[in-house]
């Protein structure tokens, strides 16, 4: 059974603060994602990687940045958090190609 | 970019009836179109998808159909039932590597 875990569900934060969010995934793929989902926009891409150091911006990159040092660690970064970052993020990972997306549950950020 | 649109944005029925949720995509290149459900507090989890060399799949209760022709898809859930209540989103790929652009969501709501 394929796990994706989040290192927190819930994070209160507060403006200007540096903000990690932690995702490990157990399967081994190669792909792996973080979305923030908002009522009524979706999942939007934030950034994905489809390799070890490998990053590709995705739809809202902007205020955010990543970490990919191992194959089953994804690391979302909130270099200077922003109450407009107050959202769901959610990770995900993949094998490969159109694949199906495993998803963690969620951290849901409140910023202060 | 891919633009993927979705209605209604909330939907309730009555149990033993059926549900259908609709999704149009913009760009014609697009050849996988996956559907997730998402429970309350919960990450989305692959239901059902199809790929564009097909028009129709069923999967038990779930069934989903595409027209690439007019650039639809759309979800038929039959005899429904209350653990069927949930967000339901559509997506489509984009031409750009293992990239997924889902749509805003539907809430369903199974009446018992």
């Known amino acids: 059974d394929v796990k994706v875990t989040q290192s927190s569900r819930y994070l209160v934060k507060r403006t200007g603060e540096k903000v990690f969010l932690e995702c490990v995934q157990d399967?081994?793929?190669?792909?792996m994602f973080w979305y923030r989902q908002d009522p009524g926009l979706g999942l939007r891409l934030i950034y994905f990687?489809?390799?070890?150091?490998?990053?590709e911006k995705g739809d809202i990159p902007e205020g955010y940045s990543v970490s990919r040092e191992k194959k089953e660690r994804f690391s979302l970064i909130l270099e200077s958090a922003s109450t407009n970052q107050t959202s769901m993020y959610l990770c995900?990972?993949?094998?490969?190609?159109?694949?199906?997306?495993?998803f963690g549950p969620g951290t849901r950020l409140t910023v202060l | 970019g891919e633009n993927v649109e979705q209605h209604p944005s909330t939907l309730s029925v009555q149990e033993g009836d059926s549900a259908v949720i609709k999704c149009t995509y913009s760009?014609?290149?697009?050849?996988?179109f996956p559907w997730y459900k998402q429970e309350l507090g919960k990450g989305p989890q692959l239901i059902i998808d199809i790929r564009s060399n097909v028009g129709e799949k069923k999967d038990q209760r779930i069934a989903v159909t595409l027209n690439k022709t007019a650039k639809h898809f759309s979800l038929h859930i039959t005899e429904t039932q209350p653990e069927d209540s949930a967000v339901y989103f559509c997506a489509a790929s984009t031409a750009s590597y293992d990239k997924v652009i889902f749509g805003p969501g539907t809430s369903l709501s199974v009446i018992p």
């Open positions: 995900a990972s993949s094998f490969q190609g159109k694949d199906t997306q495993y």
């Open positions: 399967m081994d793929h190669e792909n």
């Open positions: 990687s489809y390799d070890v150091k490998m990053k």
């Open positions: 760009d014609s290149a697009s050849n996988y």
